[in-house]
């Protein structure tokens, strides 16, 4: 069973150019999480989806940053105009949908490291 | 707000000793709490999950302790081993509104373990 995959594991872009970074979930999870980690910073969410939908995304900056999860293919974290404060480590998590999903373990991919130039 | 705190933010030991790492949280409102590792440049290995309900979880060497009320949890590395050196990360999942579909994290741990 594998886990959850990211893709590109490593992203060069230039001041201004669009950046997407791909997540898919662990086979039949169904919740996605995306969290950014900053340069000597802890991890912080950004945003939570499920398939079609965005379920919470307070923790996405407000301009710049979208994220989907289509009903097919893989969850979608998109950067445009990326500025060099956007160099980070992007991870994804994804979970099951078991009961409360609020108790279910999340499980995190090997991240997407974003350098912008 | 919740807010994660770890202590020490770094740890230098001798192979084999015992260890204790530290974390506290400033709401006690929670699902529940996860211990991770992560190595350098690479991605988060889920070490233990705790629910609020428990009071802690034991895997091999590791055992991990929560008490909600007062907010803290440690993780206990018994016999420590130079492959132990990593970041150790805390996690806990809110239980309030939107709060509870995210993990906040501290900033962790970095554990090195001297042959």
């Known amino acids: 069973n594998a886990g959850v995959m990211q893709n590109p594991r490593h992203l060069v872009r230039r001041r201004g150019q669009e950046a997407r970074l791909r997540c898919s979930p662990m086979?039949?999870?169904?919740?996605v999480y995306w969290y950014r980690q900053l340069p000597e910073e802890g991890l912080k969410f950004m945003v939570y989806?499920?398939?079609?939908?965005?379920?919470?995304e307070s923790g996405m900056p407000k301009e710049r940053f979208s994220a989907e999860f289509p009903k097919e293919g893989p969850s979608i974290l998109r950067i445009q105009q990326v500025v060099r404060g956007d160099s980070a480590a992007y991870f994804c998590a994804s979970s099951p949908r078991l009961g409360v999903a609020a108790y279910n373990e999340q499980f995190f991919g090997p991240g997407t490291r974003l350098t912008v130039l | 707000k919740q807010e994660v705190t770890q202590i020490p933010a770094a740890l230098s030991v001798p192979e084999g000793e015992n260890l204790v790492l530290n974390c506290s949280f400033t709401d006690s409102a929670i699902y529940n709490l996860q211990w991770f590792r992560q190595d350098p440049g690479k991605g988060l290995t889920s070490l233990l999950l705790?629910?609020?309900?428990?009071r802690e979880q034991t895997s091999g060497r590791l055992n991990a302790s929560l008490d909600k009320s007062s907010g803290r949890s440690t993780l206990y590395i018994a016999a420590s081993q130079p492959g132990d050196s990593a970041t150790y990360l805390c996690?806990?999942?809110?239980?309030?509104?939107?709060?509870?579909?995210?993990?906040?994290f501290g900033k962790g741990t970095k554990l090195s373990v001297i042959p």
């Open positions: 989806l499920q398939k079609e939908n965005i379920i919470d």
């Open positions: 705790i629910q609020s309900s428990q």
């Open positions: 086979k039949g999870h169904s919740h």
């Open positions: 996690a806990v999942r809110g239980a309030a509104g939107a709060g509870s579909y995210q993990l906040t």
